[in-house]
């Protein structure tokens, strides 16, 4: 078995998600499966960085990266980004930072709740509640 470092140049989603790119000069994976964790998955564009494991004629795509669009973090933080600069940020000590250039959207079939000692909304423009009660 060995692993390979690969650009890739494209991905197809469905039941299988699948890979194409390119590996050492002269190289190249064609419709290759891409396996994700559970619970997460990406869709990198054409000229991120991967790794592939090959054995035999069997060759998987294990990890991506984009060094791109990646953001710097602090030891023990995790943050979630896109390549349009949107962001889920967990930072130290314990602060949550989301960042998105456009809109916002929470979708829940029933009930929102927000529990915290103090809560500010700034609008630079307009505030707005819709609700029957």
Do not use: W
Not at 42 to 48: F, K
Not at 97 to 109: N, P
Request: one cysteine or more.
């Amino acid at each position: 078995m060995k692993m390979i470092r690969s650009i890739i140049t494209s991905i197809t989603e469905g039941v299988i998600k699948r890979f194409s790119g390119s590996g050492r000069v002269g190289e190249s994976f064609t419709n290759r499966e891409y396996v994700q964790h559970y619970g997460f998955t990406s869709r990198p564009l054409s000229g991120a960085e991967g790794i592939l494991i090959k054995e035999g004629n069997r060759i998987y795509l294990i990890a991506s990266d984009d060094r791109r669009y990646r953001i710097a973090v602090e030891n023990g933080e995790v943050c979630l980004y896109t390549d349009e600069g949107d962001f889920i940020h967990f930072k130290r000590n314990n602060l949550l930072h989301i960042s998105t250039g456009d809109k916002l959207q929470i979708d829940a079939t029933n009930d929102v709740e927000v529990n915290a000692p103090t809560a500010t909304v700034n609008a630079a423009i307009k505030c707005q509640v819709n609700s029957p009660e």
